[in-house]
T-cell receptor, first 112, second 113 residues
Framework: DSGVTQTPKHLITATGQRVTLRCSPRSGDLSVYWYQQSLDQGLQFLIQYYNGEERAKGNILERFSAQQFPDLHSELNLSSLELGDSALYFC???????????FGPGTRLTVL | GENVEQHPSTLSVQEGDSAVIKCTYSDSASNYFPWYKQELGKGPQLIIDIRSNVGEKKDQRIAVTLNKTAKHFSLHITETQPEDSAVYFCAASIRGGSYIPTFGRGTSLIVHP
């Protein structure tokens, strides 16, 4: 158990809908990272937050957004969903000044 | 940006054999190279990492080597066990600022009892 929690574990929705994925980092970790894992694209970095502020952006679509709240939990919002958005979404956290990222168990999103 | 190539995509070995997974990277500024193990239904877990000022690092049955001149690094698992079966990812990143790793496509390791 990495100490990072993600909810929900599974999510099934329809095209055009909007969903919110939630992540709670390990106690004390200020950085939260979001990744998308699909069979054809592998593990892709989406976005990073550090202590409530956006720190880095990767290959995140404009339809996707994220935020980190004062209690350090983070949410990833996916809107206008398409079939191709079906994937595993992972959250990871790390302590300030360290490299090691601890991954959560992921949310499997299925868009029908 | 950084590009990480990982080979092989699938590796099948007998229990007790050694397994080697190789990765190459493109950005000579990369200086941190972690390896992750992902078991079915779980998130990736860091198993070992190496920094650019070190050529080799060992942790029990696992070792990683780095050749900065050739821009490649490898994961070595000795005396493989069935519980080593998983997908292994290499990654490369640049120290400083936001540490964002670029991942390889993964190697599915199957250890046959």
């Amino acid at each position: 158990d990495s100490g990072v929690t993600q909810t929900p574990k599974h999510l099934i929705t329809a095209t055009g809908q909007r969903v919110t994925l939630r992540c709670s980092p390990r106690s004390g970790d200020l950085s939260v990272y979001w990744y998308q894992q699909s069979l054809d694209q592998g593990l892709q970095f989406l976005i990073q937050y550090y202590n409530g502020e956006e720190r880095a952006k990767g290959n995140i679509l404009e339809r996707f957004s994220a935020q980190q709240f004062p209690d350090l939990h983070s949410e990833l919002n996916l809107s206008s969903l398409e079939l191709g958005d079906s994937a595993l979404y992972f959250c990871a956290s790390s302590a300030a000044g360290t490299y090691e990222q601890f991954f959560g168990p992921g949310t499997r999103l299925t868009v029908l | 940006g950084e590009n990480v190539e990982q080979h092989p995509s699938t590796l099948s070995v007998q229990e007790g054999d050694s397994a080697v997974i190789k990765c190459t990277y493109s950005d000579s500024a990369s200086n941190y190279f972690p390896w992750y193990k992902q078991e079915l239904g779980k998130g990736p877990q860091l198993i070992i990492d190496i920094r650019s000022n070190v050529g080799e690092k060992k942790d029990q049955r696992i070792a990683v080597t780095l050749n900065k001149t050739a821009k490649h690094f490898s994961l070595h698992i000795t005396e493989t066990q069935p519980e080593d079966s998983a997908v292994y990812f290499c990654a490369a990143s640049i120290r400083g600022g936001s540490y964002i790793p670029t991942f390889g496509r993964g190697t599915s390791l199957i250890v046959h009892p």
